[in-house]
């Protein structure tokens, strides 16, 4: 249980650092190709989570949960498909 509270910490830690860096790449590509920016920067626009964001965050949430649930089962199976392997 520890392990999968640790991989979802990394987890939501590496979406927060890819957010932000994504938004600075917008903001820099806005910045030097005015025709390219998607829309004015305003302030109700900057705390939008996008959507892809959101989707991204459930489905490792739901990965980890069910991996956290199934995991001994799947360990399982996994060891008894490789004993009946024949080297």
Do not use: C, H, Y
């Amino acid at each position: 249980m520890q392990e999968t509270n640790k991989f979802i910490g990394m987890g939501m830690t590496l979406l927060i650092a890819a957010g932000q860096w994504l938004g600075r790449f917008r903001e820099n590509l806005a910045a030097r190709f005015p025709a390219l920016a998607l829309r004015p920067d305003t302030e109700r626009s900057r705390g939008d989570v996008p959507g892809w964001v959101l989707i991204t965050l459930m489905s490792a949430v739901l990965v980890a949960g069910l991996l956290a649930i199934a995991g001994p089962a799947l360990e399982r199976l996994f060891n008894q498909a490789m004993e009946q392997v024949q080297p």
